[in-house]
């Protein structure tokens, strides 16, 4: 049984940057396509970014140049660097990790693997 553990989270102020990892035990995530998602209290999961096993990336418009997504697939499955931070962006952001690239392209439905989560908090 795989688990993700996502780390790096914490509070920063606006314009500030942050690298969230997400470490993998139980096996290895060969051939996983990769996800990161975010949600806010009181609003619906967000898609964020992801990228394919093979190394393409996808990001929501409002992460688009601020946001960096990768993976190194020797070591943790996938990082997210995060600039030019917002207040908006203060969420809790999970991984996830699927054979489909569709799942983890979607706040809908449900992937085949799901970290528990860490917080981001950005203040102005």
């Known amino acids: 049984q795989v688990q993700l553990v996502e780390s790096g989270g914490g509070l920063v102020q606006a314009g500030g940057s942050l690298r969230l990892s997400c470490a993998a035990s139980?096996?290895?995530?060969?051939?996983?396509?990769m996800g990161w998602f975010r949600q806010a209290p009181g609003k619906e999961r967000e898609f964020v970014a992801a990228?394919?096993?093979?190394?393409?990336?996808y990001y929501v418009d409002s992460v688009k140049g601020r946001f960096i997504i990768s993976r190194d697939n020797a070591k943790n499955p996938v990082y997210l660097q995060m600039n030019s931070l917002k207040p908006e962006d203060t969420a809790v952001y999970h991984c996830?990790?699927?054979?489909?690239?569709?799942?983890?392209?979607?706040?809908?439905?449900?992937?085949?693997?799901w970290g528990q989560g860490t917080q981001v908090t950005v203040v102005s």
């Open positions: 996830a990790a699927d054979l489909s690239l569709s799942r983890v392209r979607t706040a809908m439905g449900s992937t085949e693997y």
């Open positions: 139980g096996r290895t995530l060969s051939g996983y396509n």
């Open positions: 990228i394919s096993w093979t190394g393409g990336t």
